[in-house]
Protein backbone atom coordinates (compact mmCIF):
# COMPACT_ATOMS: atom_id res chain seq x y z
CA UNK A 1 0.00 0.00 0.00
CA UNK A 2 2.45 2.49 1.30
CA UNK A 3 4.33 1.78 -1.80
CA UNK A 4 1.70 2.83 -4.55
CA UNK A 5 1.07 5.95 -2.32
CA UNK A 6 4.42 6.77 -3.04
CA UNK A 7 4.55 6.20 -6.53
CA UNK A 8 1.57 8.09 -6.96
CA UNK A 9 3.19 11.14 -5.26
CA UNK A 10 6.00 10.89 -7.44
CA UNK A 11 3.83 10.72 -10.89
CA UNK A 12 1.99 14.00 -9.63
CA UNK A 13 5.30 15.65 -8.95
CA UNK A 14 7.13 14.94 -12.12
CA UNK A 15 3.74 15.50 -14.05
CA UNK A 16 3.86 19.29 -12.40
CA UNK A 17 7.17 19.35 -13.24
CA UNK A 18 7.02 18.33 -16.94
CA UNK A 19 4.14 20.76 -17.39
CA UNK A 20 6.38 23.85 -16.66
CA UNK A 21 9.40 22.27 -18.43
CA UNK A 22 11.90 25.40 -18.08
CA UNK A 23 15.69 25.16 -18.50
CA UNK A 24 16.60 24.85 -15.12
CA UNK A 25 14.74 21.05 -14.72
CA UNK A 26 16.65 19.90 -17.26
CA UNK A 27 19.51 21.26 -15.92
CA UNK A 28 18.80 19.55 -12.59
CA UNK A 29 18.22 16.24 -14.19
CA UNK A 30 20.91 13.89 -13.40
CA UNK A 31 22.00 12.02 -16.67
CA UNK A 32 22.03 16.03 -18.33
CA UNK A 33 24.59 16.93 -15.40
CA UNK A 34 26.37 13.41 -16.19
CA UNK A 35 26.57 14.86 -19.79
CA UNK A 36 27.78 17.77 -19.39
CA UNK A 37 30.55 16.53 -16.60
CA UNK A 38 31.86 14.04 -19.14
CA UNK A 39 31.15 16.11 -22.18
CA UNK A 40 34.99 17.26 -22.12
CA UNK A 41 36.45 13.83 -21.61
CA UNK A 42 34.12 12.44 -24.76
CA UNK A 43 35.76 15.47 -27.20
CA UNK A 44 38.82 14.64 -26.33
CA UNK A 45 38.81 11.36 -26.62
CA UNK A 46 36.71 11.24 -30.15
CA UNK A 47 38.78 14.37 -31.99
CA UNK A 48 42.29 13.59 -30.55
CA UNK A 49 43.00 9.90 -30.05
CA UNK A 50 39.54 8.22 -32.39
CA UNK A 51 39.62 10.55 -35.34
CA UNK A 52 43.47 10.44 -35.44
CA UNK A 53 43.32 6.78 -35.32
CA UNK A 54 40.97 6.21 -37.99
CA UNK A 55 42.61 8.87 -39.91
CA UNK A 56 45.78 6.71 -39.85
CA UNK A 57 44.26 3.88 -41.33
CA UNK A 58 42.64 6.14 -44.28
CA UNK A 59 46.43 7.70 -44.79
CA UNK A 60 47.46 4.64 -44.95
CA UNK A 61 46.37 4.10 -48.27
CA UNK A 62 47.43 6.78 -50.11
CA UNK A 63 50.36 7.23 -52.09
CA UNK A 64 53.57 9.62 -51.03
CA UNK A 65 52.04 12.45 -52.55
CA UNK A 66 48.98 12.23 -50.76
CA UNK A 67 47.13 12.69 -53.78
CA UNK A 68 45.84 9.40 -55.20
CA UNK A 69 44.34 6.04 -53.42
CA UNK A 70 46.51 3.20 -53.74
CA UNK A 71 44.47 0.55 -51.38
CA UNK A 72 46.81 -1.45 -50.11
CA UNK A 73 49.77 -0.76 -52.28
CA UNK A 74 51.56 0.86 -49.07
CA UNK A 75 51.38 -2.58 -47.40
CA UNK A 76 52.44 -4.55 -50.34
CA UNK A 77 55.79 -2.18 -50.73
CA UNK A 78 56.61 -2.72 -47.06
CA UNK A 79 56.34 -6.56 -47.42
CA UNK A 80 59.04 -6.51 -50.23
CA UNK A 81 61.24 -4.41 -48.17
CA UNK A 82 63.82 -6.00 -46.18
CA UNK A 83 64.40 -3.23 -43.58
CA UNK A 84 60.37 -4.23 -42.83
CA UNK A 85 61.24 -7.50 -41.60
CA UNK A 86 64.16 -6.54 -39.68
CA UNK A 87 61.66 -3.98 -37.56
CA UNK A 88 59.46 -6.57 -37.15
CA UNK A 89 61.89 -9.00 -35.89
CA UNK A 90 64.07 -6.44 -33.69
CA UNK A 91 60.69 -4.93 -32.02
CA UNK A 92 59.93 -8.73 -30.87
CA UNK A 93 62.90 -9.19 -29.99
CA UNK A 94 63.38 -6.05 -28.00
CA UNK A 95 60.16 -6.22 -26.59
CA UNK A 96 59.77 -9.94 -25.59
CA UNK A 97 63.36 -9.69 -23.61
CA UNK A 98 63.35 -6.34 -22.12
CA UNK A 99 59.78 -7.25 -20.55
CA UNK A 100 60.97 -10.71 -19.11
CA UNK A 101 64.29 -9.09 -17.78
CA UNK A 102 61.92 -6.11 -16.14
CA UNK A 103 59.47 -8.29 -14.72
CA UNK A 104 62.31 -10.95 -13.52
CA UNK A 105 64.32 -7.80 -11.75
CA UNK A 106 61.16 -6.19 -10.42
CA UNK A 107 60.16 -9.52 -8.91
CA UNK A 108 63.41 -10.25 -7.05
CA UNK A 109 64.16 -6.68 -6.16
CA UNK A 110 60.58 -6.37 -4.48
CA UNK A 111 61.13 -9.38 -2.72
CA UNK A 112 64.75 -8.30 -1.27
CA UNK A 113 62.65 -4.77 -0.25
CA UNK A 114 59.59 -6.65 1.19
CA UNK A 115 62.26 -8.43 3.35
CA UNK A 116 63.72 -5.92 5.12
CA UNK A 117 62.31 -4.07 8.62
CA UNK A 118 59.68 -2.08 7.23
CA UNK A 119 61.12 1.25 8.61
CA UNK A 120 64.43 1.41 5.94
CA UNK A 121 61.71 -0.38 3.03
CA UNK A 122 60.61 3.72 2.50
CA UNK A 123 64.34 4.53 1.95
CA UNK A 124 65.44 1.51 -0.84
CA UNK A 125 62.04 2.04 -2.41
CA UNK A 126 62.78 5.55 -3.03
CA UNK A 127 66.22 4.91 -4.35
CA UNK A 128 65.38 2.24 -6.32
CA UNK A 129 62.71 4.03 -8.31
CA UNK A 130 65.08 6.93 -9.51
CA UNK A 131 65.34 5.57 -12.82
CA UNK A 132 61.01 5.61 -13.57
CA UNK A 133 60.86 9.00 -12.05
CA UNK A 134 63.80 10.83 -14.60
CA UNK A 135 62.27 11.66 -17.82
CA UNK A 136 63.71 8.79 -20.17
CA UNK A 137 64.99 11.35 -23.11
CA UNK A 138 67.25 12.81 -20.11
CA UNK A 139 68.58 9.27 -18.04
CA UNK A 140 69.00 7.99 -21.87
CA UNK A 141 71.66 10.93 -22.68
CA UNK A 142 73.48 9.11 -19.65
CA UNK A 143 73.96 6.26 -21.22
CA UNK A 144 74.71 7.48 -24.66
CA UNK A 145 77.71 9.14 -23.05
CA UNK A 146 78.19 5.96 -20.63
CA UNK A 147 78.59 3.84 -23.64
CA UNK A 148 80.60 6.69 -25.92
CA UNK A 149 82.85 5.02 -28.46
CA UNK A 150 86.43 7.04 -26.99
CA UNK A 151 85.82 8.00 -23.46
CA UNK A 152 82.78 4.84 -22.56
CA UNK A 153 83.18 5.04 -18.61
CA UNK A 154 82.09 1.24 -19.32
CA UNK A 155 85.12 0.11 -21.11
CA UNK A 156 87.08 2.33 -18.97
CA UNK A 157 85.71 -0.02 -16.20
CA UNK A 158 85.71 -3.19 -18.25
CA UNK A 159 89.69 -2.63 -19.13
CA UNK A 160 90.11 -3.36 -15.46
CA UNK A 161 89.11 -6.70 -15.85
CA UNK A 162 91.02 -7.17 -19.24
CA UNK A 163 87.61 -6.55 -21.05
CA UNK A 164 88.34 -5.40 -24.18
CA UNK A 165 86.95 -2.15 -25.86
CA UNK A 166 83.42 -3.27 -26.61
CA UNK A 167 81.55 -1.47 -29.03
CA UNK A 168 78.56 -0.69 -27.14
CA UNK A 169 76.69 1.34 -29.82
CA UNK A 170 78.77 0.21 -32.93
CA UNK A 171 77.89 -3.41 -33.15
CA UNK A 172 74.79 -4.85 -34.15
CA UNK A 173 74.92 -7.56 -31.16
CA UNK A 174 75.55 -5.10 -28.70
CA UNK A 175 74.05 -2.25 -29.64
CA UNK A 176 70.82 -4.38 -29.45
CA UNK A 177 72.08 -5.57 -26.12
CA UNK A 178 72.16 -1.93 -25.22
CA UNK A 179 68.94 -0.60 -26.07
CA UNK A 180 67.70 -3.61 -24.10
CA UNK A 181 69.55 -2.50 -21.11
CA UNK A 182 68.47 0.53 -21.13
CA UNK A 183 64.53 -0.29 -21.10
CA UNK A 184 65.26 -2.72 -18.19
CA UNK A 185 66.88 0.10 -16.29
CA UNK A 186 64.30 2.38 -17.26
CA UNK A 187 61.17 -0.33 -16.45
CA UNK A 188 62.07 -2.17 -13.51
CA UNK A 189 61.12 0.05 -10.94
CA UNK A 190 58.06 0.09 -12.47
CA UNK A 191 57.40 -4.03 -11.93
CA UNK A 192 59.69 -3.62 -8.50
CA UNK A 193 56.84 -0.56 -6.99
CA UNK A 194 53.81 -2.90 -9.02
CA UNK A 195 55.42 -6.33 -7.13
CA UNK A 196 55.54 -4.38 -3.75
CA UNK A 197 52.58 -3.44 -3.58
CA UNK A 198 51.06 -6.94 -4.52
CA UNK A 199 53.32 -8.52 -2.00
CA UNK A 200 51.74 -6.43 1.09
CA UNK A 201 48.71 -7.71 -0.06
CA UNK A 202 49.60 -11.36 0.53
CA UNK A 203 47.89 -12.04 4.09
CA UNK A 204 50.72 -13.12 6.49
CA UNK A 205 48.53 -15.94 7.71
CA UNK A 206 49.60 -18.25 4.40
CA UNK A 207 52.59 -17.85 5.04
CA UNK A 208 52.61 -19.27 8.42
CA UNK A 209 50.83 -21.51 7.63
CA UNK A 210 53.43 -22.48 5.03
CA UNK A 211 55.49 -22.58 7.69
CA UNK A 212 53.84 -24.91 9.95
CA UNK A 213 53.06 -27.49 7.21
CA UNK A 214 57.28 -27.61 7.01
CA UNK A 215 57.52 -25.37 3.32
CA UNK A 216 60.88 -24.07 2.15
CA UNK A 217 61.71 -20.66 0.92
CA UNK A 218 61.32 -22.06 -2.68
CA UNK A 219 58.02 -23.50 -1.90
CA UNK A 220 56.58 -20.72 -0.18
CA UNK A 221 57.06 -18.43 -3.14
CA UNK A 222 55.25 -21.35 -5.66
CA UNK A 223 52.46 -22.24 -3.78
CA UNK A 224 51.58 -19.21 -1.61
CA UNK A 225 53.13 -15.87 -3.37
CA UNK A 226 52.96 -16.71 -7.19
CA UNK A 227 49.25 -17.61 -7.27
CA UNK A 228 48.60 -14.97 -4.90
CA UNK A 229 50.36 -12.26 -7.34
CA UNK A 230 49.32 -13.77 -10.46
CA UNK A 231 47.14 -11.36 -11.88
CA UNK A 232 49.19 -8.14 -10.68
CA UNK A 233 52.03 -10.14 -12.53
CA UNK A 234 49.57 -10.74 -15.77
CA UNK A 235 47.97 -6.87 -15.93
CA UNK A 236 51.74 -5.61 -15.89
CA UNK A 237 53.14 -7.60 -17.58
CA UNK A 238 50.59 -6.83 -20.24
CA UNK A 239 50.30 -3.31 -19.71
CA UNK A 240 54.86 -2.87 -19.88
CA UNK A 241 54.42 -5.66 -23.35
CA UNK A 242 52.31 -2.45 -24.80
CA UNK A 243 54.74 0.64 -23.73
CA UNK A 244 57.79 -1.58 -24.56
CA UNK A 245 56.55 -2.28 -28.06
CA UNK A 246 55.46 1.36 -28.66
CA UNK A 247 58.91 2.81 -27.13
CA UNK A 248 60.63 5.51 -28.97
CA UNK A 249 62.39 7.81 -26.92
CA UNK A 250 65.66 5.27 -26.22
CA UNK A 251 65.84 4.16 -29.14
CA UNK A 252 65.51 7.24 -30.77
CA UNK A 253 68.27 8.72 -28.64
CA UNK A 254 71.00 6.07 -28.57
CA UNK A 255 70.96 4.87 -31.63
CA UNK A 256 68.74 6.16 -34.34
CA UNK A 257 68.02 3.08 -35.15
CA UNK A 258 71.34 1.94 -36.58
CA UNK A 259 73.56 0.41 -36.72
CA UNK A 260 72.39 -0.63 -40.71
CA UNK A 261 68.46 -0.35 -39.30
CA UNK A 262 68.69 -3.09 -36.97
CA UNK A 263 67.44 -1.27 -33.53
CA UNK A 264 64.46 0.17 -34.97
CA UNK A 265 61.55 -0.16 -33.78
CA UNK A 266 57.89 0.53 -35.42
CA UNK A 267 58.36 3.91 -33.91
CA UNK A 268 61.80 4.81 -34.38
CA UNK A 269 61.10 3.21 -38.35
CA UNK A 270 57.65 5.69 -38.51
CA UNK A 271 59.42 8.54 -37.27
CA UNK A 272 62.01 8.15 -39.96
CA UNK A 273 60.06 7.09 -43.11
CA UNK A 274 56.80 9.31 -41.87
CA UNK A 275 58.56 13.01 -40.69
CA UNK A 276 62.19 12.71 -41.42
CA UNK A 277 61.57 11.05 -45.25
CA UNK A 278 58.19 13.12 -45.40
CA UNK A 279 56.41 9.78 -46.21
CA UNK A 280 53.48 10.09 -44.47
CA UNK A 281 51.25 7.42 -45.89
CA UNK A 282 54.13 5.05 -45.27
CA UNK A 283 54.82 6.12 -41.98
CA UNK A 284 51.68 6.03 -40.75
CA UNK A 285 51.35 2.22 -42.80
CA UNK A 286 54.18 0.97 -40.50
CA UNK A 287 52.95 2.59 -36.92
CA UNK A 288 49.42 0.79 -37.69
CA UNK A 289 51.44 -2.49 -37.67
CA UNK A 290 51.53 -2.14 -34.06
CA UNK A 291 47.64 -2.40 -33.50
CA UNK A 292 47.52 -5.97 -33.79
CA UNK A 293 49.68 -6.42 -30.86
CA UNK A 294 47.89 -3.54 -28.91
CA UNK A 295 44.42 -5.05 -29.42
CA UNK A 296 45.96 -8.80 -28.21
CA UNK A 297 47.35 -7.17 -24.81
CA UNK A 298 44.57 -4.63 -23.98
CA UNK A 299 41.93 -7.64 -24.88
CA UNK A 300 43.82 -9.30 -21.92
CA UNK A 301 44.36 -6.65 -19.99
CA UNK A 302 40.32 -5.88 -20.26
CA UNK A 303 39.02 -8.94 -19.64
CA UNK A 304 41.08 -8.52 -16.17
CA UNK A 305 39.72 -5.47 -15.44
CA UNK A 306 36.10 -6.44 -15.60
CA UNK A 307 36.94 -9.52 -13.77
CA UNK A 308 38.42 -7.22 -11.18
CA UNK A 309 35.20 -5.37 -11.19
CA UNK A 310 32.98 -7.69 -10.85
CA UNK A 311 34.18 -8.99 -8.20
CA UNK A 312 34.68 -5.53 -6.10
CA UNK B 1 42.39 -12.14 16.44
CA UNK B 2 43.36 -15.40 14.80
CA UNK B 3 46.78 -14.29 13.97
CA UNK B 4 47.57 -13.77 17.47
CA UNK B 5 46.60 -16.97 18.43
CA UNK B 6 48.61 -18.49 15.94
CA UNK B 7 51.90 -16.60 16.15
CA UNK B 8 51.60 -17.91 20.16
CA UNK B 9 50.62 -21.46 19.02
CA UNK B 10 53.81 -21.82 16.61
CA UNK B 11 56.71 -24.12 16.95
CA UNK B 12 59.16 -22.66 19.56
CA UNK B 13 61.58 -25.38 19.73
CA UNK B 14 62.91 -24.50 15.87
CA UNK B 15 63.03 -20.50 16.74
CA UNK B 16 66.69 -20.63 17.25
CA UNK B 17 67.29 -21.60 13.62
CA UNK B 18 64.74 -19.82 12.05
CA UNK B 19 66.20 -16.49 13.45
CA UNK B 20 69.53 -17.68 12.47
CA UNK B 21 68.22 -17.86 8.58
CA UNK B 22 65.85 -14.70 9.17
CA UNK B 23 69.62 -12.81 9.84
CA UNK B 24 71.19 -14.30 6.75
CA UNK B 25 67.98 -13.28 4.47
CA UNK B 26 68.92 -10.04 5.32
CA UNK B 27 71.94 -9.85 5.22
CA UNK B 28 71.65 -11.33 1.60
CA UNK B 29 68.54 -8.58 0.94
CA UNK B 30 70.96 -6.01 1.96
CA UNK B 31 73.76 -7.29 -0.35
CA UNK B 32 71.42 -7.76 -3.35
CA UNK B 33 69.73 -4.44 -2.61
CA UNK B 34 73.18 -2.47 -3.13
CA UNK B 35 73.99 -4.16 -6.10
CA UNK B 36 70.83 -3.34 -7.83
CA UNK B 37 71.10 0.01 -5.91
CA UNK B 38 74.44 0.35 -7.87
CA UNK B 39 72.91 -0.59 -11.32
CA UNK B 40 69.93 1.85 -10.24
CA UNK B 41 71.75 4.89 -9.70
CA UNK B 42 75.00 4.93 -12.06
CA UNK B 43 73.39 7.32 -14.81
CA UNK B 44 72.27 9.61 -12.46
CA UNK B 45 75.22 9.77 -10.19
CA UNK B 46 77.18 9.61 -13.47
CA UNK B 47 75.25 12.92 -14.72
CA UNK B 48 76.11 14.75 -11.39
CA UNK B 49 79.74 14.33 -11.78
CA UNK B 50 80.01 14.83 -15.83
CA UNK B 51 78.28 17.83 -14.95
CA UNK B 52 80.73 19.08 -13.07
CA UNK B 53 84.08 18.35 -14.71
CA UNK B 54 85.50 21.04 -17.53
CA UNK B 55 85.94 19.74 -20.76
CA UNK B 56 89.28 19.43 -20.35
CA UNK B 57 89.40 16.95 -17.56
CA UNK B 58 86.50 15.16 -19.98
CA UNK B 59 88.91 14.64 -22.89
CA UNK B 60 91.92 13.75 -20.64
CA UNK B 61 92.32 10.02 -19.88
CA UNK B 62 91.76 9.74 -16.35
CA UNK B 63 89.47 7.88 -14.40
CA UNK B 64 85.94 8.84 -15.15
CA UNK B 65 84.36 8.05 -12.51
CA UNK B 66 85.89 10.76 -10.21
CA UNK B 67 85.93 14.60 -10.28
CA UNK B 68 89.53 16.08 -9.62
CA UNK B 69 89.12 19.11 -10.58
CA UNK B 70 85.52 20.35 -9.91
CA UNK B 71 83.59 23.32 -11.57
CA UNK B 72 80.28 24.87 -11.90
CA UNK B 73 81.17 26.31 -15.17
CA UNK B 74 78.98 23.75 -17.15
CA UNK B 75 76.22 25.01 -14.62
CA UNK B 76 76.61 28.88 -15.42
CA UNK B 77 77.10 28.61 -18.58
CA UNK B 78 73.49 27.08 -19.31
CA UNK B 79 71.56 29.22 -17.17
CA UNK B 80 73.19 32.28 -18.73
CA UNK B 81 72.27 30.69 -21.74
CA UNK B 82 69.24 32.00 -23.32
CA UNK B 83 68.23 28.76 -25.22
CA UNK B 84 68.47 26.79 -22.14
CA UNK B 85 65.78 29.26 -19.97
CA UNK B 86 64.02 29.29 -22.95
CA UNK B 87 63.66 25.41 -23.06
CA UNK B 88 63.19 25.31 -19.04
CA UNK B 89 59.99 27.80 -19.62
CA UNK B 90 58.57 26.41 -22.33
CA UNK B 91 58.59 23.22 -20.49
CA UNK B 92 57.26 24.61 -17.45
CA UNK B 93 54.67 26.09 -18.71
CA UNK B 94 53.69 23.73 -21.04
CA UNK B 95 53.63 21.17 -17.90
CA UNK B 96 51.49 23.80 -15.83
CA UNK B 97 48.94 24.20 -18.22
CA UNK B 98 48.35 20.40 -19.04
CA UNK B 99 48.03 19.42 -15.46
CA UNK B 100 44.92 22.47 -15.17
CA UNK B 101 43.38 21.24 -18.17
CA UNK B 102 43.63 17.52 -17.17
CA UNK B 103 42.00 18.06 -13.56
CA UNK B 104 39.46 20.80 -15.52
CA UNK B 105 38.47 17.75 -17.79
CA UNK B 106 39.27 14.74 -15.35
CA UNK B 107 37.77 15.44 -12.22
CA UNK B 108 34.26 16.22 -13.35
CA UNK B 109 34.31 13.36 -15.81
CA UNK B 110 35.64 11.21 -13.11
CA UNK B 111 32.77 11.92 -10.75
CA UNK B 112 30.09 11.68 -13.47
CA UNK B 113 31.14 7.96 -14.20
CA UNK B 114 31.86 7.09 -10.51
CA UNK B 115 28.45 8.16 -8.83
CA UNK B 116 25.98 8.77 -11.71
CA UNK B 117 25.17 5.60 -13.17
CA UNK B 118 23.80 6.79 -16.66
CA UNK B 119 23.13 5.47 -20.00
CA UNK B 120 26.62 4.14 -21.54
CA UNK B 121 28.64 5.29 -18.49
CA UNK B 122 30.09 1.84 -17.98
CA UNK B 123 31.63 1.81 -21.66
CA UNK B 124 32.64 5.51 -21.31
CA UNK B 125 35.08 4.09 -18.41
CA UNK B 126 36.43 1.34 -20.11
CA UNK B 127 36.64 3.49 -23.34
CA UNK B 128 38.77 5.68 -20.76
CA UNK B 129 40.74 2.88 -20.07
CA UNK B 130 41.60 1.82 -23.41
CA UNK B 131 42.55 5.55 -24.80
CA UNK B 132 45.13 4.92 -21.78
CA UNK B 133 46.80 2.54 -23.21
CA UNK B 134 46.87 3.91 -26.74
CA UNK B 135 50.79 5.00 -27.09
CA UNK B 136 51.46 8.28 -28.18
CA UNK B 137 54.13 6.61 -30.99
CA UNK B 138 50.73 5.42 -32.69
CA UNK B 139 49.54 8.79 -32.97
CA UNK B 140 52.02 11.00 -33.71
CA UNK B 141 51.81 10.76 -37.54
CA UNK B 142 47.61 11.34 -37.67
CA UNK B 143 47.73 13.97 -35.45
CA UNK B 144 50.97 15.44 -37.13
CA UNK B 145 48.96 15.92 -40.79
CA UNK B 146 45.73 17.26 -38.95
CA UNK B 147 47.23 19.54 -37.32
CA UNK B 148 48.79 20.75 -40.85
CA UNK B 149 45.35 20.37 -41.94
CA UNK B 150 43.73 22.37 -39.73
CA UNK B 151 46.42 25.26 -40.22
CA UNK B 152 45.83 24.98 -43.91
CA UNK B 153 41.72 25.99 -43.56
CA UNK B 154 41.61 27.81 -40.58
CA UNK B 155 45.25 29.89 -41.05
CA UNK B 156 45.81 29.64 -37.23
CA UNK B 157 49.56 28.48 -36.68
CA UNK B 158 50.17 25.22 -34.77
CA UNK B 159 52.66 23.09 -35.78
CA UNK B 160 56.38 24.61 -34.80
CA UNK B 161 54.54 26.61 -31.91
CA UNK B 162 54.57 25.08 -28.31
CA UNK B 163 51.35 25.99 -27.46
CA UNK B 164 49.69 23.20 -30.21
CA UNK B 165 51.56 20.77 -26.86
CA UNK B 166 48.75 22.09 -24.69
CA UNK B 167 46.12 20.40 -26.75
CA UNK B 168 47.75 17.25 -27.49
CA UNK B 169 49.47 16.07 -24.29
CA UNK B 170 45.68 16.02 -22.53
CA UNK B 171 45.54 12.61 -24.46
CA UNK B 172 47.99 11.09 -22.57
CA UNK B 173 47.44 12.76 -19.46
CA UNK B 174 43.37 12.84 -19.20
CA UNK B 175 42.63 8.78 -19.56
CA UNK B 176 45.46 7.80 -17.05
CA UNK B 177 44.25 10.72 -14.40
CA UNK B 178 40.85 10.17 -14.80
CA UNK B 179 40.79 6.46 -14.79
CA UNK B 180 42.81 6.13 -10.89
CA UNK B 181 40.06 8.90 -9.78
CA UNK B 182 36.75 6.85 -10.60
CA UNK B 183 38.68 4.56 -8.45
CA UNK B 184 39.53 7.10 -5.30
CA UNK B 185 35.84 8.68 -5.66
CA UNK B 186 34.67 4.88 -5.95
CA UNK B 187 35.88 4.58 -2.63
CA UNK B 188 34.18 7.33 -1.34
CA UNK B 189 30.93 6.14 1.07
CA UNK B 190 27.90 6.64 -0.58
CA UNK B 191 26.27 8.31 2.57
CA UNK B 192 28.46 10.79 2.34
CA UNK B 193 27.24 12.19 -0.76
CA UNK B 194 23.33 10.99 -0.56
CA UNK B 195 23.39 13.08 3.05
CA UNK B 196 24.55 16.07 0.70
CA UNK B 197 22.11 15.54 -1.89
CA UNK B 198 18.69 14.95 0.19
CA UNK B 199 20.33 18.71 2.17
CA UNK B 200 20.06 20.18 -1.06
CA UNK B 201 23.33 20.25 -2.08
CA UNK B 202 23.68 20.09 -6.09
CA UNK B 203 25.67 17.96 -8.02
CA UNK B 204 28.49 20.17 -8.55
CA UNK B 205 28.45 21.65 -4.75
CA UNK B 206 29.02 17.38 -3.55
CA UNK B 207 31.50 17.40 -5.95
CA UNK B 208 33.72 20.31 -4.45
CA UNK B 209 32.28 20.15 -1.29
CA UNK B 210 32.71 16.64 -0.54
CA UNK B 211 34.54 14.68 -3.30
CA UNK B 212 37.32 17.08 -4.02
CA UNK B 213 38.22 17.50 0.41
CA UNK B 214 38.02 13.61 0.56
CA UNK B 215 39.63 12.58 -2.48
CA UNK B 216 42.55 14.58 -2.27
CA UNK B 217 45.10 12.45 -1.88
CA UNK B 218 44.17 10.99 -5.35
CA UNK B 219 44.23 14.45 -6.78
CA UNK B 220 47.74 14.98 -5.43
CA UNK B 221 48.32 11.18 -7.54
CA UNK B 222 46.98 12.58 -10.46
CA UNK B 223 48.45 15.67 -10.11
CA UNK B 224 52.04 14.41 -10.00
CA UNK B 225 51.50 11.79 -12.94
CA UNK B 226 50.09 14.57 -15.00
CA UNK B 227 52.81 16.92 -14.43
CA UNK B 228 55.56 13.86 -14.86
CA UNK B 229 54.28 12.49 -17.96
CA UNK B 230 54.48 16.17 -19.73
CA UNK B 231 57.26 17.21 -18.34
CA UNK B 232 59.09 13.95 -19.96
CA UNK B 233 57.03 13.85 -23.27
CA UNK B 234 59.48 13.42 -25.91
CA UNK B 235 57.92 12.15 -29.38
CA UNK B 236 55.18 15.11 -29.77
CA UNK B 237 57.50 17.98 -29.47
CA UNK B 238 60.03 16.41 -31.01
CA UNK B 239 57.46 16.25 -34.14
CA UNK B 240 55.38 18.99 -33.81
CA UNK B 241 58.38 21.62 -32.81
CA UNK B 242 61.26 23.05 -34.56
CA UNK B 243 62.39 26.47 -34.18
CA UNK B 244 64.79 26.69 -31.13
CA UNK B 245 62.63 29.44 -29.82
CA UNK B 246 59.64 27.16 -29.51
CA UNK B 247 60.98 23.19 -27.96
CA UNK B 248 61.10 21.90 -24.28
CA UNK B 249 63.56 20.58 -22.32
CA UNK B 250 63.94 16.86 -23.55
CA UNK B 251 63.80 18.11 -27.57
CA UNK B 252 66.01 20.99 -27.00
CA UNK B 253 69.21 19.41 -25.22
CA UNK B 254 69.06 16.40 -27.42
CA UNK B 255 69.10 18.84 -30.26
CA UNK B 256 70.61 21.74 -29.68
CA UNK B 257 73.29 20.66 -27.69
CA UNK B 258 74.70 17.99 -29.95
CA UNK B 259 75.94 19.84 -32.51
CA UNK B 260 77.10 17.16 -35.78
CA UNK B 261 79.51 15.16 -34.41
CA UNK B 262 81.07 17.64 -31.69
CA UNK B 263 79.37 16.25 -28.44
CA UNK B 264 79.54 18.99 -25.26
CA UNK B 265 79.15 16.19 -22.79
CA UNK B 266 79.79 18.59 -19.53
CA UNK B 267 76.83 20.89 -20.98
CA UNK B 268 74.75 17.63 -22.16
CA UNK B 269 75.08 16.00 -19.03
CA UNK B 270 74.34 19.81 -16.92
CA UNK B 271 71.01 20.08 -18.70
CA UNK B 272 69.72 16.32 -18.57
CA UNK B 273 70.65 16.40 -14.95
CA UNK B 274 68.52 19.98 -14.52
CA UNK B 275 65.82 18.67 -16.86
CA UNK B 276 65.22 15.67 -14.56
CA UNK B 277 65.95 17.86 -11.26
CA UNK B 278 61.90 19.40 -11.01
CA UNK B 279 59.81 15.69 -11.64
CA UNK B 280 62.91 14.45 -9.10
CA UNK B 281 62.35 17.59 -6.36
CA UNK B 282 58.60 16.31 -6.53
CA UNK B 283 59.29 12.75 -6.02
CA UNK B 284 61.26 13.62 -3.27
CA UNK B 285 58.57 15.05 -1.51
CA UNK B 286 55.60 13.38 -2.47
CA UNK B 287 57.02 10.12 -3.27
CA UNK B 288 54.03 7.98 -1.01
CA UNK B 289 51.43 9.81 -3.36
CA UNK B 290 53.29 9.20 -6.74
CA UNK B 291 53.43 5.63 -5.75
CA UNK B 292 50.17 5.40 -4.95
CA UNK B 293 48.98 6.59 -8.43
CA UNK B 294 50.89 4.08 -10.10
CA UNK B 295 49.48 1.43 -8.04
CA UNK B 296 46.10 2.42 -7.87
CA UNK B 297 46.13 3.25 -11.74
CA UNK B 298 47.47 -0.09 -12.93
CA UNK B 299 46.12 -2.82 -10.96
CA UNK B 300 42.35 -1.65 -10.09
CA UNK B 301 40.29 1.68 -10.99
Known sequence: MADVVVEQGRHISSARKRKGTSLRNVMGRKSTVAFLLTLPLILLIALLVLYPAFYSLYLATLNKAMTKFVGLGNFTFLFKRETFWMVVKQSCIFAITAVIFKALIGFIVAHFVHNIPGKKQRKWRGMLLVPWVIPPAMSTLAWLWLFDPSYSAFNYTLSFFGVGPIPWLGETFWARFSVILVNVWYGAPFFLIMYLAALKSVPDQLYEAAAIDGANWWQKIWFVTLPMMRNIIAITTLFSLIVTFANFDIVRILTSGGPLDTTHLFATWAFQVGIQSSDIPLGACVSLFMVPILAVAAIFILRDVTKRGNEA | ?301
Not at chain 2, 278 to 283: F, N
Open chain 2, 1 to 301: MSTMTIDKAGPTRKLGSMSRDRAWALRWSYFFLVLFAIFFLVPPVYMLITSLKSSAEISAATNPWWVFHPTLSNYVELLTSNQFLRFFWNSSIVAIVVVIITMLISIPAAFALARMKFWGSATLATGVFLTYLIPDSLLFIPLFKTLGVIQDLTGITLLNRWYVLLFVYPTLTVPFCTWIMIGYFASIPKELDEAALIDGASWLQTLTRIFIPVALPGLIAATIFAFTVSWAQFLYPLVFTTSVDQLVLPVGITTTLIKGDVFNWGQIMTGALLGAAPPLIIYAFLMDYYIAGLTAGATKG
